[in-house]
């Protein structure tokens, strides 16, 4: 499974963005997407994730400003991103976390787009 992110880039606070996410190879029809992100010096923290049912969770300190949306049908994840503010910058990274008959559970990381938040 490849994760391919985009969309980062330079935003005044207040502002706004959409992250994409396309995700490609062996996917199984259920599955949960999800968006996470990373200061520098810290660890990476979730700030949602969506199941292909439509279940979504967030941080709950992101809720409001931020929105996870998915196109199952294409394996395509968003996170539409609102009033921007200078901690919400950092690296985004797309995941995506499928379950086989097995039990066993894959996890896979896209690469990171970067989300810059200044004046």
């Known amino acids: 499974v490849q994760l391919q992110a985009s969309g980062g880039g330079l935003v005044q606070p207040g502002g706004s963005l959409r992250l994409s996410c396309a995700a490609s190879?062996?996917?199984?029809?259920?599955?949960?997407m999800g968006w996470y992100r990373q200061h520098p010096g810290e660890q990476r923290e979730l700030v949602a994730t969506?199941?292909?049912?439509?279940?979504?969770n967030y941080d709950d300190s992101l809720k409001g400003r931020f929105t996870i949306s998915r196109n199952s049908a294409k394996n395509i994840l968003y996170l539409r991103m609102n009033s921007l503010k200078p901690d919400d910058a950092a690296v985004y990274y797309c995941?995506?976390?499928?379950?086989?008959?097995?039990?066993?559970?894959?996890?896979?990381w896209g690469q990171g787009t970067q989300v810059t938040v200044s004046s």
């Open positions: 995941n995506l976390q499928q379950t086989d008959w097995q039990r066993k559970t894959y996890a896979y």
């Open positions: 190879g062996s996917i199984f029809s259920r599955n949960v």
């Open positions: 969506m199941t292909t049912g439509g279940s979504t």
